[in-house]
């Protein structure tokens, strides 16, 4: 008989931000198990109130505000401006993403009253700021921002329904370029992630069709490029490309951790540390 980790032992394993191999442990009996699970409970416990002692006495910031600093930091210095934008936004600018009654994403849509919303992405936003730009700016106009969106994701180990998406958008390069400018600012992030052995993978968008997504284990990231048909409805005429991240997927991918909430705006957790230790 092969004998595993009880439900309860496994969640708190989870917890504890156990390896994926401590958590697919296999034993003969259950008394082994037990045992196993108290000295790897108690070995998880020792590291995690280091971690939170480091956190305290080295006076450095959690993993999410440094990755935040550090992007911003690189793409400033490769000639992207960052913006920062509101969190709440109309149900009118929604439907000029094609999101409304009966698309895939408006059930997952935060509702504030009839008319608002919560975010469930950058996107909006952005084209907004493109369409007064345009009038402003010489081309190509590159500008990012790194802000909180909020969607109604089934909880688990790889969604939250409140996350921190970074987009980056460049708006009127050569057309033939802009494969190529994808991959050179995902390479970008990916450094400054600290992450390699990525995979660059084409699929298919509700909102956007034709998508170059970001792999490792799980997608961190998706691109496209215009001219597409959304951009008439804000008056955009040139090509462009774009590319959204989700810095918690990052960090989790980072850290090897198999737990999204760990590394997310939590009160349960504090830079990874679940706190009921």
Known sequence: MVVTWTSIQLRRLQELNASAEQQSLRFATRGERNCAFQDLERGLVSRARQRLEDLRDAKRRPLLCQLESNLATALTEEGFVQVATPNIISKASLAKMSISAGHPLFAQVFWLDDRR?????LAPNLYTLWRDLVRL??????IFEIGTCYRKELQGSQHLNEFTML????LGLPLDQRHGRLEELTSLVMAVAEIDGYTLIPSESAVYGHMLNVVKGVELASGTMGPHPLDGNWGIAEPWIGICFGLERLLMVREGTQNVQCVGRSLSYLDGVRLNI
């Open 167 to 170: 987009n980056i958008t460049e």
């Open 137 to 142: 700016w010489e081309k190509p106009i590159r």
């Open 117 to 121: 919303c919560l975010r469930p992405m």
